[in-house]
């Protein structure tokens, strides 16, 4: 088991991160860079940065760095399955 607790040390990340200030593209609320900036795991898992599709892959949206933003794991996974 080597789980990693470091989000994507991508460029398309750290472009994302600096533009949107660490501030979840959702939420607006801060994001913990690495997993050191929180308590638990199992918080980390909610609140990790993850990217978001602006258009979902589904609707053909791309990959690219104008169709991406970072968002709180559990903002991105709420957004996904809807309202409610
Ligand atoms: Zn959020």
Known sequence: MSQSFSPPDTPKFRQLWQN???????????MP???ADVAHSTLWKKWRPTFD?????AHEGSDDITNL??????CNKRRG????
């Open 81 to 84: 399955t809807g309202k409610g």
């Open 33 to 35: 860079m690495s997993r």
């Open 53 to 57: 599709h602006i258009i979902p892959r």
């Open 69 to 74: 933003r970072l968002a709180h794991a559990i």
């Open 20 to 30: 949107q200030e660490g501030l979840c593209a959702i939420c607006s609320k801060m």
